[in-house]
């Protein structure tokens, strides 16, 4: 029997970007869900129930700050791993997200989409 595939949810208000890294890992075997704020990714979290969230800080709606926070807060968003995916450089990002257990801190602009795929290997496996 196949192995089902791994589910991952991009959060990413700019679709050009979030739709390069669909691809990207589609290609690399994953189930991938997109929303654009942090509001829809509430929601996707709740239907889709990924194993990782790739989440972009500033969007419309609501902040990914804001919709971790939220997460967190939900009994089943307590385990579910994050990315924080994002041009705010780590020393700009809100203090807050030292305290809501995210798996990764990355800087768009300095990694390539494989690049993000193998971190996402890496904190998966």
Known sequence: MEKSK?????????????????????????????????????????????ELILLDLRMPVMSGEEMLERLRSRDDGGNVRVIILTNISKDEAPAKLRLLDVDRY??????????????????LN
């Open 6 to 50: 791994r589910r991952i949810l991009i959060v990413e208000d700019e679709q050009a970007i979030a739709q390069i890294y669909r691809f990207k890992l589609e290609t690399s075997g994953y189930k991938v869900m997109t929303a654009f704020n942090g509001e829809d990714g509430l929601k996707a979290f709740g239907d889709f129930d990924p």
């Open 106 to 123: 990355v800087v768009k602009a300095h990694h390539t989409p494989k690049q993000i795929v193998d971190i996402i290997a890496e904190v």
